[in-house]
Nanobody, 126 residues
Framework: QVQLVESGGGLVQAGDSLRLSCAAS????????MGWFRQAPEKEREFVAA????????YYADSVKGRFTISRDNAKNTVYLQMNSLKPEDTSVYFC???????????????????WGQGTQVTVSS
C-alpha cells in the first residue's frame, strides 16, 4: 500500500509561481515512476508531467512544457511540480500518482498508475 499526500496548492495571480509537493509512504518509493495529473470541473483528468524512477527521464504535456518542472528527491520520498508563469487555464485540482512496477521509465497513461493522492487545488486568477 502506498499513500500519497499532495500539498502546496493555493490561489495565485496569473504569472505567479507555485511548487507542489507529493509525499509518499513506503520503502520502495525510489523505484516508482511518478506523475502529476490535473482535473478541472466537468473535465477529464489530464496528464501534466511524469518522471522516471531515477529522475533521469521526464515528460510534459505540451500545455505546460517550458513552464512546469517535475523533479524528485528519493531521500525524502517526495516528488515536486514547480509551476511558473501560471495561467488561468492551469486552474485545476492537481493529483500525484505512483506507478509501482519497479524501475519503469516515464508513464504517460492514467490507467497505468496504481496509487493516487487526494489532490490539491490550484486556482489562478487573471
Amino acid at each position: 500500500q502506498v499513500q500519497l499526500v499532495e500539498s502546496g496548492g493555493g490561489l495565485v495571480q496569473a504569472g505567479d509561481s507555485l511548487r507542489l509537493s507529493c509525499a509518499a509512504s513506503g520503502r520502495t518509493f525510489s523505484s516508482y515512476a511518478m506523475g502529476w495529473f490535473r482535473q478541472a470541473p466537468e473535465k477529464e483528468r489530464e496528464f501534466v508531467a511524469a518522471i522516471s524512477w531515477s529522475g533521469g527521464n521526464t515528460y510534459y504535456a505540451d500545455s505546460v512544457k517550458g513552464r512546469f518542472t517535475i523533479s524528485r528527491d528519493n531521500a525524502k520520498n517526495t516528488v515536486y511540480l514547480q509551476m511558473n508563469s501560471l495561467k488561468p487555464e492551469d486552474t485545476s485540482v492537481y493529483f500525484c500518482a505512483a506507478h509501482t512496477r519497479p524501475h519503469t521509465l516515464v508513464v504517460l497513461t492514467r490507467r497505468w498508475y496504481d496509487y493516487w493522492g487526494q489532490g490539491t487545488q490550484v486556482t489562478v486568477s487573471s
